[in-house]
DNA sequence: TGAAACATAGTTGTCATACGAATTTGACGA
DNA sequence: TCGTCAAATTCGTATGACAACTATGTTTCA
């Protein structure tokens, strides 16, 4: 077994058996090294390998500490691979939204409240009257965000957070397709809001996956052109 | 910026930007510490993050390669971490189960061929035949995620697997309890498969929900009573 | 007494060097 | 043509040193 292997499989063993507990400090480098057998370079590549994958957080000067472990955190960490991915594993993600923003818009509808309903209005009155593609790409975000963390469940969220952060991050180049685009996205949110204003699952439900359906359609249709990324930063989930 | 952070960022570019393609060789890592300006250790321990999120793998003594960048292979570097999580984080995700099983079960029904029928109903025929609850454990493992690859989406197929490596690393202590589990759980898997054989997506997805929900069941029953995970090592997607 | 400034010890961040381990490559010879 | 072996290349690991930052306790001043 490799020292890496053995840094990693150690602290990973620690965690696992409730040694160190979420928010718990990790002994020093020097001790761990002595304790685990490996030497400090070892130890810190596993290190972070695991704050990589949100399981630790390292604090200069100070120490690393086991993070709280929450599931939206650990889903979350795939943020900073996905926008690498070509786009024949967009598709697969799109696939994956259409189940999710569904569901979350129909856990939404029974649990939203009129405040909420109030400042999604909002956010849709801004989009309309809207032409900035940053701003538009920010508030769709914000609205789609907005249901899926009155759902419920975090790890959905983050979830669907990571899944949404790559479509986000292309834009239309052809003017015509784009106005178009616009038109249809907002008819469609207006239908989501429309189901969640009368508490009724099922239509918010069914106008979430209309919306996933329609970007899928103009992700496909542009699969094989040349399209450009906005850029190569990935919008991380804590904004 | 951190030379670690320099690190990252560089590899992410390089990637990014389509300078280094899937299946590429990168540059030795002598070569990139000169490029990027860092030491040794910082690019290793760049390297390190990306190959833990699945974006690079390295060999000894050859190189470090840009992996293929499928999505199922980035959803599966989740699988190192969700044993990590508590109980009730695994609530969460169980619920994600909720959404994703069926819909996978749902997929399958219009797209699974008669073959695969017959040894989905030879496994389930071990299943209920077998006392053992490691062979069962492994058993039932390979009925869902045959029918989950059946569906046609290996990101899909790869979440789930994720999700469901941690239902799966619990015993029920009490004999009783198990037993009765056994039983819904071999109807559950039998429904299951008479929607799959009847080409009928909505049974199908619906006896895959039921199927989840008695999970959940069980899993919530539990939650606040002593628990002992089968082991810290949790199963890879890559059997 | 209280609080601000400082000194100190402890910890992580980074770099440089050296050598072992595995792979790759090319030359050599049968 | 093929196998064998040696050299070169590359990653794996260890060690030492110092900088950067944090936390803590002490001193000093108002």
């Not at 508490?199 to 979430?208: G, I, K, T």
Request: glycine letters at 8%; one cysteine or more.
């Amino acid at each position: 077994m490799s020292a890496l292997d053995t840094a990693l499989h150690g602290l990973r063993t620690l965690i696992a058996d409730g040694e160190l507990k979420p928010g718990d400090r990790l002994p020093s480098e020097g001790e761990l090294c002595e304790t685990l057998g490996v030497s400090r370079g070892s130890l810190r590549e596993g290190i972070r390998m695991l704050a990589a994958l949100g399981v630790l957080e390292t604090r200069h000067g100070s120490g690393s500490y086991v993070s709280e472990l929450r599931a939206a955190d650990l889903i979350g960490s795939l943020s900073l691979t996905v926008g690498l991915l070509p786009m024949a594993g967009v598709l697969e993600l799109t696939e994956l939204r259409r189940v999710l923003e569904p569901h979350a818009a129909a856990l939404a509808a029974a649990r939203i409240d009129a405040a909420t309903i109030e400042e999604l209005s909002g956010v849709l009155d801004e989009i309309e009257a809207s032409d900035d593609f940053e701003l538009h790409s920010r508030l769709d975000h914000a609205f789609h965000m907005t249901i899926s963390e009155v759902a419920g469940n975090d790890a959905l969220t983050s979830l669907i957070d990571v899944l949404r952060s790559r479509s986000r991050a292309y834009r239309i180049p052809d003017a015509g397709d784009a106005a178009e685009l616009k038109l249809h996205s907002d008819a469609g949110h207006r239908a989501i809001l429309r189901g969640l204003a009368a508490a009724d699952p099922v239509a918010a439900s069914a106008a979430a996956s209309a919306h996933v359906a329609q970007t899928e359609y103009w992700v496909r249709r542009y699969t094989d052109t040349d399209m450009r990324a906005e850029g190569s930063s990935v919008p991380s989930t804590s904004p």
